[in-house]
């Protein structure tokens, strides 16, 4: 999809070679997996947890200009869903060729139906996703 993946986390490579050999939820991951065992990464994307010293779960999409597109952090027993993570993904790149429009929560894919951001929006979200 045009996109690289990195994992990210306070273990150290060899803790995450271990979860990699030995997980099966991990068996097909074929992404890096970088450790950043000072928390300095994790600092700098405000996940850092100065009393346990490890990372909660972020997850950040950022565009090749390095703006963040998207934050999401979750505490350490929750975890993610691809299925969500791909449907801001996709929103993201949608609309940065149609600037003008936005993807409610439900949309998923291209052919979707958007919304135009206006005064007039306010309040009535619903009817406007009701409109054909």
Same mark, same amino acid.
């Given at each position: 999809?045009?996109? #690289?993946? *990195?994992?990210?986390?306070? #273990? +150290?490579?060899? *803790? @995450? $070679?271990?979860?990699?050999?030995?997980e099966k939820e991990l068996a097909k *991951?074929?992404? &890096?997996?970088?450790? #950043? &065992?000072?928390? $300095?990464?994790?600092?700098m994307f405000g996940v850092y947890d100065?009393?346990?010293?490890?990372?909660?779960?972020? +997850?950040?999409?950022?565009? &090749?200009?390095? *703006? =963040?597109?998207?934050? /999401?952090?979750?505490?350490?027993? =929750?975890?993610?869903?691809?299925?969500?993570l791909m449907r801001k993904f996709k929103?993201?790149?949608?609309?940065?060729? $149609?600037? #003008?429009?936005?993807?409610?929560?439900?949309?998923?894919? /291209?052919?979707?139906?958007?919304? +135009?951001?206006?005064?007039?929006?306010?309040? $009535?979200? @619903?009817?406007?996703?009701?409109?054909?």
């Amino acid at each position: 999809m045009g996109c #690289d993946i *990195v994992t990210v986390s306070t #273990d +150290t490579k060899f *803790v @995450h $070679k271990a979860w990699q050999e030995n997980e099966k939820e991990l068996a097909k *991951v074929k992404y &890096p997996m970088a450790s #950043d &065992p000072t928390g $300095k990464a994790a600092r700098m994307f405000g996940v850092y947890d100065e009393d346990t010293g490890l990372a909660l779960r972020g +997850t950040f999409i950022i565009n &090749p200009q390095g *703006v =963040l597109m998207n934050a /999401e952090t979750n505490f350490y027993n =929750l975890g993610r869903n691809i299925d969500e993570l791909m449907r801001k993904f996709k929103a993201n790149i949608y609309l940065s060729k $149609k600037a #003008d429009e936005a993807c409610p929560s439900k949309w998923k894919d /291209e052919g979707d139906k958007t919304l +135009t951001p206006s005064a007039k929006m306010v309040g $009535k979200v @619903h009817e406007a996703l009701q409109e054909k």
